[in-house]
């Protein structure tokens, strides 16, 4: 059960008010998370601004949801693990793939290296080593993507965390901007 209530642009204040507003008025109504996260602006703006940062990411997307899984299922934000599985899904990572982010590694050994990367920093970011940048480097990963997957773990901390404690929970879960529940394959 939810801990805090849903904020709408009629029950939300100030600044959280004029983000519903704005984003509701471009994709017509607001997931739990987002209407939830609305009980303060710094939360949601950030969420906002980050997650809009984090699309322009250069690491493939195939790539970065893995890594939002294997982040996630440790974390233990089911809703967010159903709609990054839901997503890999939609973008063409088959099961297996799935199952193995879920697991922390891949068939493929860079996809293994980037996402045991991600779970480093989750974990323990001061234990990365030159070592792991040169191997990385070594796999066709730039400079850029690698920094991306710090904001993308970072994105996944955020949301994953925000859910836990609002106690947003979901079998089908939604896009958490615009609501709309993925279709299952």
Known sequence: MPRFSRLTPDTAVGAARDLLADLVSRHGHVGDMVATMAHSPAVLGGYLQLSRAMKRAKLDRTISERI??????????????????????????????????????????????????????????????????TRLRAHGYSDREITDVVGIVALNILTGAFNLVAGLKSDTAPDPVTGNRPQRH
């Open 68 to 133: 939002s899984i294997a982040v996630q299922e440790r974390q233990g934000c089911g809703l967010c693990l159903e709609s990054h599985i839901a997503a890999a899904r939609a973008i063409g990572v088959d099961t297996g793939e799935i199952e193995r982010a879920r697991a922390g590694t891949s068939d493929d050994p860079a996809i293994a290296a980037i996402i045991a990367l991600a779970l480093q920093i989750y974990r323990e970011p001061t234990a990365i080593t030159d070592e792991q940048i």
